[in-house]
């Protein structure tokens, strides 16, 4: 295939959400590609960032604040606790609730986790300078921020 077989139809390139989908797409595949390679994929770093920001939450609240089926959080709770970077307990308050909590494990997994996700940045956006980044961060959270109507990301 030659070089203008490849080439993007400007028609295409000429809209931001194209742009915005392509980028995307690779960014998360390049993401998704590193976790994995840990065992992992988004939805754990998910639960446990969710988790480090938030403390503990019964996984129905989890499921709720990150719009997972709650099946899927119970498989993903499942598979956080095994190698022990969540833990699960009795609500006291309510003992038919499973609360999950972030374990120091956890925290050093979400560690880890950042800094593959910092790396995927870096290569995604090296056509830019620090300025520029900076720029786009700031332009796509308050995109972000506009998508559910709330005033932060």
């Known amino acids: 295939m030659d070089a203008t077989a490849r080439t993007t139809p400007p028609t295409l390139t000429a809209h931001t959400v194209y742009l915005l ?41 989890l499921a709720d604040r990150l719009a997972i089926d709650p099946s899927d959080v119970v498989k993903v709770v499942d598979e956080l606790a095994a190698p022990g970077y969540v833990e699960r307990s009795r609500d006291p308050a309510d003992r038919r609730r499973v609360r999950v909590a972030l374990t120091p494990a956890g925290r050093t997994a979400l560690t880890g986790l950042e800094r593959e996700t910092e790396a995927v940045r870096d290569a995604v956006l090296a056509p830019l ?11 796509l959270s308050r995109v972000y921020a506009g998508l559910d109507g709330s005033s932060t990301p």
């Open 21 to 61: 989908s392509r980028t995307g797409k690779a960014a998360r595949g390049a993401l998704a590609a590193r976790l994995a390679e840990q065992g992992l994929r988004l939805w754990h770093m998910a639960v446990l960032a969710a988790l480090a920001d938030f403390g503990p939450h019964a996984q129905r609240e």
């Open 129 to 139: 300078d620090a300025r520029e980044r900076a720029t786009l961060h700031a332009l």
